[in-house]
C-alpha cells in the first residue's frame, strides 16, 4: 500500500482537501483508504446504545456489524496510542492510503494553508512537506498549488507514490 498525507493547522482546509481527493482519485479506478489523527477524545458510539454499553461493560472490542458496513472500536484502556504503522497494519489492502494529520511522522505530505487562519507554514522546518496546498501565493522551494485545484493535487501525489 502507498501512502500520502496530508498535514496543516487547525482550519487550515486539510478535511476539505481530503474529502475531494478521495473523491477524485477514485474516480479514476484507484482504491483508497484514510486514517485520520485526533488529538482529542472522540466517540464513535453514544450512551444507551447496545455497542457503547458493551464498552462500557468492559469489552476490550466490539465490533458492530449490519449489511452495509462494520465497524471495530478497540478501547487502549490506558495502553499506548498506537503508532501510524500499527494502525496502517489494521487496513485492508488498496492501493493508496490518505492521512490526514500524524505531520510527526516520516510518510511525504501535502500542507494544507489558508492565509486567514494566520498560522505560519510547516514546511520551511519539515523536509517530509514535498508541497503545499494554499489559497494564497507563496515563494517556497517546493511546489505550491491552489488548495481547490484537486485534480492537479492529486496528479501531484499519485506521481509522487508512483501510481
Not at 458493551?54 to 449489511?67: D, F, K, M
Request: charged share 25%.
Amino acid at each position: 500500500m502507498k501512502i500520502y498525507g496530508i498535514v496543516g493547522w487547525k482550519n487550515a482546509g486539510k478535511t476539505g482537501l481530503m474529502e475531494r481527493l478521495v473523491s477524485e482519485i477514485c474516480s479514476r479506478g484507484i482504491s483508497v483508504s484514510t486514517v485520520k489523527h485526533a488529538h482529542h477524545v472522540f466517540d464513535v458510539d453514544h450512551p444507551g446504545k447496545d455497542s457503547y454499553r458493551h464498552r462500557q461493560a468492559g469489552a476490550s472490542e466490539v465490533l458492530l456489524a449490519s449489511r452495509n458496513r462494520f465497524a471495530l472500536m478497540h478501547e487502549l484502556r490506558g495502553a499506548p496510542e498506537p503508532t501510524l504503522d500499527e494502525l496502517l497494519d489494521k487496513l485492508s489492502p488498496v492501493d493508496l492510503v490518505l492521512i490526514e494529520g500524524y505531520k510527526r511522522d516520516a510518510h511525504s505530505k501535502i500542507e494544507a494553508h489558508r492565509s486567514e487562519t494566520g498560522n505560519p507554514l510547516i514546511a520551511p522546518e519539515d523536509p517530509t512537506i514535498r508541497a503545499i496546498a494554499s489559497d494564497t501565493k507563496i515563494s517556497m522551494d517546493r511546489p505550491v498549488f491552489d488548495l481547490n485545484d484537486t485534480s492537479t493535487i492529486a496528479d501531484f501525489i499519485l506521481a509522487e507514490v508512483g501510481l
